[in-house]
């Protein structure tokens, strides 16, 4: 870099420490940057920059090619990927995590360079996107969030390394990945988990397929457990790149066996809501299986043990033949049953007791307690619906499971709930409910469930319209206060009752409950999932 440059570069980045925080964010003025503005001196994880023209090309420091090295010129890096010319333009940048090595490679009259190993990345695109309609929405019969968990043990070496990445790329090209289609990440498995990308960085197969080819092998130990437990939890979020309501998918390659503990991994992925395909190549021989802590590893970390979710190749050689029936497993939604939890497939409807014994102020506090309960859950056009129904010896449809699609919506409906005052008739409002609430549900995939809070005695029969939702379909939860009868609230509760009804003698004692008829709701989901 020559003298004259200098206080140009520090007025760039003098600048950039000025402006407002807001600078890059969407419809914003890109940040005006210098030539040699690295990217490591934009400390966001998106932003839009605009580089200077006329810029001495032979003069940047560049490393690695379509991820760069932080430490690169972002407008090298930009004329480099062909993202604008020398003339400058507008830039968008995107931070990406460290590399083991950055390639080097000639385009665009700029000379990148070769780094072993460099703390953090970045890559470059245009902020005017381009029109590729092929690109921008990809395969839409085949929407999925896919986290590719590669081996990079010592077990498996360098050379079969390289051909795992071959495989993958081609099941990466395959799937027709696209803004409407699958998104795909890579992490690689080895003494500790890395996240080479995220789901939110590449939107194209052609550059999907450049970031799989840049991964280095980093060797260790096969610690396959730690790194779907890594990216269960850490991997499916909204700031990486996750979208609502989409199938979320971890496919673990494992060459020979695991070295540590795969089944709580497992089940963390369950809870996450996360399907675990496991793609096991050249099976440990008899021989081997003494040294192997956990023969039935497959069973234990997949998302069902049917068969579905595990897939066998006997070796790295030949295997195009099996990109395609992985593909089309990876691409059939209706049995990523592991995506479905208590969380985000269940209708709720309270059943709330307006009567006049109830009182206004015990009645706000039903309303918190159903709010706790409510909030728990994923509220969606997709996901937990949620409904409520107040009760006196008439009845009132609060709000339906078809009004309200967001938490804060629902949340804030509950709160303005008017107390109505009146008489008790517990079994025509439980009718009332299934005829009308329910009812126009009976087309939707997730499981019904019915909480009834009441203070006393029901006027008319509770039995008979309970044992009719029962036989809809409906999990009745009882949860009765100070004069409830406890025979009406084990009528109208679904079986087993113990686990089923609640008492409580003060309305105040409402509140621990509300953790109760939580889990009791996961555990009735999932036993129905069985």
Not at 271 to 294: C, R, T
Request: proline share 4%.
């Amino acid at each position: 870099m020559s003298a004259a440059w200098i206080p140009i570069l520090c007025l760039g980045v003098c600048l950039l420490l000025l402006l407002p925080q807001t600078a890059g964010s969407e419809g914003a003025v890109p940040i005006a940057i210098t030539c040699f503005t690295r990217g490591l001196d934009i400390r966001k994880e998106k932003a839009d920059v605009l580089c200077p023209g006329g810029c001495p090309l032979e003069e940047f420091s560049v490393f690695g090619n379509i991820v760069y090295a932080s430490v690169s010129s972002i407008c090298g890096a930009a004329i480099h990927r062909g993202v604008i010319s020398n003339s400058g333009g507008p830039v968008r940048i995107y931070s990406l995590p460290g590399r083991e090595n950055y390639s080097s490679v000639v385009a665009n009259g700029i000379q990148s360079q070769t780094l072993s190993r460099w703390s953090a990345s970045f890559t470059v695109t245009s902020k005017r996107l381009k029109k590729t309609p092929e690109k921008k929405t990809g395969n839409k019969d085949c929407k999925a969030d896919i986290a590719f968990l590669i081996d990079g043990s010592f077990n498996i070496g360098q050379r079969r390394f390289n051909l795992q990445k071959n495989f993958v790329g081609k099941v990466a090209l395959m799937l027709g990945i696209g803004t409407e289609g699958p998104h795909v990440g890579l992490v690689q498995a080895s003494e500790h988990p890395k996240i080479e990308f995220y789901l939110k960085n590449f939107t194209s197969a052609k550059d999907v397929l450049f970031a799989i080819k840049e991964v280095g092998f980093r060797g260790g130990n096969t610690n396959t457990g730690k790194a779907l437990k890594h990216t269960a939890q850490k991997f499916f979020t909204a700031d990486t790149g996750a979208r609502k309501g989409i199938p979320k998918v971890v496919v673990v390659f494992i060459d020979g066996w695991p070295s540590d503990d795969i089944e709580e991994a497992g089940i963390v992925a369950r809870e996450f809501g996360v399907n675990v395909f496991i793609v096991s190549v050249a099976k440990p021989i008899p021989e081997e299986l003494g040294m192997v802590p956990d023969v039935a590893f497959v069973d234990k970390a997949v998302c069902r043990s049917n068969g579905f979710f595990s897939y066998y190749m006997p070796n790295w050689f030949g295997t195009t033949k099996y990109v395609k029936p992985l593909v089309q497993k990876l691409c059939t939604h209706e049995q990523m049953v592991c995506s479905k939890t208590c969380y985000n497939s269940v209708n709720i409807a309270f059943l709330i007791d307006g009567s006049s014994s109830v009182g206004e102020s015990n009645f706000r506090l039903i309303l918190e307690f159903i709010s706790n309960i409510a909030k728990i859950f994923e509220i969606s056009d997709i996901g937990a619906k949620i409904a409520a129904v107040q009760f006196t010896y008439d009845q009132r449809t609060e709000f339906s499971f078809t009004d309200y699609s967001t938490k804060e919506n629902v949340l804030a409906v509950i709160r303005n709930i008017r107390y109505m005052s009146g008489g008790t008739a517990t079994g025509d409002a439980i009718s009332f409910t299934v005829r009308n609430v329910f009812g126009p549900m009976r087309d939707s995939p997730n499981k019904n469930f019915l909480v009834i809070v009441t203070d006393g005695q029901s006027y008319d029969d509770v039995r008979g319209p309970a044992a009719a939702a029962h036989d809809a379909g409906i999990t009745i939860f009882s949860v009765g206060v100070a004069w409830a009868p406890l025979d009406d609230l084990k009528d109208m509760a679904s079986k087993p009752k113990e686990s089923h009804v609640f008492f409580t003698r003060e309305f105040t004692g409402l509140e621990p409950i509300v953790s109760d008829v939580i889990r009791g709701i996961c555990r009735d989901f999932l036993e129905s999932q069985q």
